[in-house]
């Protein structure tokens, strides 16, 4: 079965830009969850979608987006890019809210 | 809020020894549920263990066990007879009943093994 899969898995982008990475949760699962990762820190919580619906968000600005569609898979958005937007974006998906989750490889962003 | 404590950058372990890495953890919710990954250089984050709020045992999972303490609210990872593949970056999450889909994370451990 395949697992978490995050596209792209490197991104190069210039201040101001918008990105849109994207997540296909493992087969059957139907929450996803977006994180940030800093270098040098842990994942910071930004978004859960469970049944397509929004069900938490973190401290993020609202420059930071997502949403999930039929199929379960998800995009995240973020507009007006900064430098310190660069990080590893992690995607998660779970059965349902409250158990086991399971993360992807992360896609990588760089702003220039 | 939930917060999770890391103290230990980094840790250095000989190879086919045991190592030990702290997590301490703070939350008012009583149902929690508290999860130790292991990410190497590659990025991705691989679960290891999950120790749930009520469990009366210790979890164990192949060379990994989790200590809890439930009083002191410490969770450590316990690797048995490491290997040289373990070398990577180790991080304690924790999520609540009330707030289920977000895991919140420390700052991680650095352990190296040396041959």
């Known amino acids: 079965d395949a697992g978490v899969t995050q596209s792209p898995t490197h991104l190069i982008k210039t201040r101001g830009q918008q990105v849109t990475l994207r997540c296909s949760p493992i087969s059957g699962h139907k929450s996803v969850s977006w994180y940030q990762q800093v270098l040098g820190q842990g994942p910071q919580f930004i978004f859960q979608y469970y049944e397509k619906e929004e069900r938490g968000r973190g401290n993020f600005p609202d420059r930071f987006s997502a949403r999930q569609f039929p199929n379960y898979s998800s995009e995240l958005n973020v507009n007006a890019l900064l430098l310190g937007d660069s990080a590893l974006y992690l995607c998660?998906?779970?059965?349902?809210?409250?158990?086991?989750?399971?993360f992807g490889q992360g896609t990588r962003l760089t702003v220039v | 809020a939930q917060k999770i404590t890391q103290t230990q950058p980094g840790m250095f372990v000989q190879e086919k020894e045991a190592v030990t890495l702290d997590c301490t953890y703070d939350?008012?919710?009583?149902?929690?549920?508290l999860f130790w990954y292991k990410q190497p250089s590659s990025g991705e984050m691989i679960f290891l263990i999950y120790q749930g709020s009520y469990d009366q045992q210790n979890a164990t999972e192949g060379r990994y066990s989790l200590n809890f303490q439930k009083a002191r609210k410490s969770a450590n990872l316990v690797i048995s007879a490491s290997q040289l593949g373990d070398s990577a970056m180790y991080f304690c999450a924790m999520r609540v009943r009330t707030n289920a889909g977000k895991s919140t994370f420390g700052d991680g451990t650095t352990l190296t093994v040396k041959p």
């Open positions: 998660a998906s779970s059965l349902v809210q409250n158990t086991e989750a399971f």
């Open positions: 939350t008012s919710d009583p149902s929690y549920g």
